[in-house]
């Protein structure tokens, strides 16, 4: 079981069991059995899919708020403490050590190869605005100093 906020600190308890998994398929389009489907990769790079997972974990009889009021109610940091919580308590359903593991693994690995990619995008970004202004982009003395 894990518990998680929303951005008006309304407090959720949730759990990963057969039940849940099953509204998860059916309301999220998202097989969390399925080793081979992208969970880790969904819950990290799309909101909207990591805030309806949230949704369908929780029991019907304890969606305290509605659909509309829940998925405006993450994100930022909100959003990625919640899918954290989730991913442990995912990880941790699985029976068997070297699932477990292998899940973890993969989380990391998938966040090096995120955060490696966003470093890559931002030295483009930064070169192509440099080329567009002819390499006369100030400094923060030349900025100070005027």
């Known amino acids: 079981m894990f518990t998680f906020k929303d951005s008006e600190n309304r407090e959720y308890s949730a759990k990963v069991c057969c ?3 099953d ?6 389009e998202l097989d969390l059995l399925d080793l081979d489907s992208p969970v880790i990769e969904q819950m990290t790079t799309n909101p909207a899919k990591a805030i309806a997972v949230l949704w369908h974990l929780l ?6 708020v509605s659909w509309d009021e829940f998925r405006d109610s993450f994100q930022g940091e909100v959003l990625e403490k ?8 995912w990880t ?7 699932i477990r593991d292998a899940l973890k693994t993969m989380r990391t690995k998938f966040a090096e190869i995120i955060q490696k990619s966003m470093e890559s995008a931002m030295a ?3 070169a192509e605005i440099e ?3 002819g390499g006369n982009t100030p400094t923060v003395s030349q900025e100070s100093a005027a």
Do not use: Q, Y
């Not at 941790?92 to 070297?98: D, E, L, M, S, T």
């Open 19 to 21: 039940s849940a998994i």
């Open 23 to 28: 509204r998860v398929k059916a309301g999220a």
């Open 59 to 64: 029991p019907e009889d304890k969606r305290v």
């Open 82 to 89: 919640a899918t954290d919580s989730f991913m442990e308590d």
């Open 92 to 98: 941790n359903f699985f029976h068997r050590p070297v």
């Open 124 to 126: 483009k970004a930064s």
């Open 131 to 133: 080329s567009k202004l």
